[in-house]
């Protein structure tokens, strides 16, 4: 079990351009998660996969954000055209029925 | 839609003695988990401890424990013996089976020597 891993643990990037994280889940977790953490504040739910299928996605998740998770492995979560309102840490968690475990995170700095 | 509040934004305690922090919630369901997540300065989410809404048992990990309150919809968490160690953030979280988490705001807690 090496645990959630998650890359790049800091992204800094200009207004406009787009981004994109990796998350690789614990091995055999069939459940992944993503979550969002400004400073202060706790995390909130993104979206969430069963597998390969995304099963439900928040209303933050506007357009500019997608996530996939392709053969039911790793993800990705892409945000296009970024924005200030985007500087966040960006949480992945995995689980396989139980509780979740979460990764490091990676901090988006939007200059 | 659940909500998850912590009214403590900041607690503080001395090394060795007992801390309390207080987790209120709302829901409709009467299936589903609660939990106490500890995030330290280097901001990996730890779980704690994880309760069953329907196990009136409260859930015990060594010298953390809950006091969990279905009726009141109170999830409080006690810290014994507090160290320096458990010095962090602590978020309070509800999730139904399988689905996504919902978190608190966090109360941070200090540990003084």
């Known amino acids: 079990d090496t645990g959630v891993s998650q890359d790049p643990r800091h992204k800094i990037t200009k207004r406009g351009q787009n981004v994109t994280f990796r998350c690789d889940p614990i091995?055999?977790?069939?459940?992944l998660y993503w979550y969002r953490q400004t400073l202060g504040q706790g995390p909130e739910f993104l979206t969430y996969?069963?597998?390969?299928?995304?099963?439900?996605k928040s209303r933050l998740l506007s357009d500019r954000f997608s996530a996939e998770r392709p053969k039911g492995s790793f993800s990705t979560l892409e945000i296009q055209r970024t924005e200030q309102g985007d500087s966040a840490m960006y949480l992945c968690?995995?689980?396989?029925?139980?509780?979740?475990?979460f990764g490091d995170g990676t901090r988006l700095s939007i200059l | 839609a659940q909500t998850v509040t912590q009214s403590q934004p900041e607690m503080s305690v001395q090394e060795a003695e007992t801390v309390t922090l207080s987790c209120t919630y709302d829901?409709?369901?009467?299936?589903?988990?609660l939990f106490w997540y500890k995030q330290p300065p280097s901001r990996q989410m730890i779980l704690v401890i994880r309760?069953?809404?329907?196990?009136?048992q409260n859930a015990t990990e060594n010298r953390f424990s809950v006091n969990f309150q279905k009726a009141a919809k109170s999830f409080s968490l006690k810290i014994s013996d507090s160290q320096l160690g458990d010095a962090a953030m602590y978020f309070c979280?509800?999730?139904?089976?399988?689905?996504?988490?919902?978190f608190g705001a966090g109360t941070i807690l200090r540990v003084k020597s």
């Open positions: 968690a995995s689980s396989r029925g139980g509780p979740q475990h």
């Open positions: 091995s055999e977790h069939n459940r």
């Open positions: 996969f069963q597998n390969e299928a995304q099963l439900e």
């Open positions: 829901t409709s369901e009467s299936d589903y988990y």
């Open positions: 309760q069953e809404a329907y196990k009136q």
């Open positions: 979280a509800y999730e139904e089976y399988g689905n996504k988490l919902v």
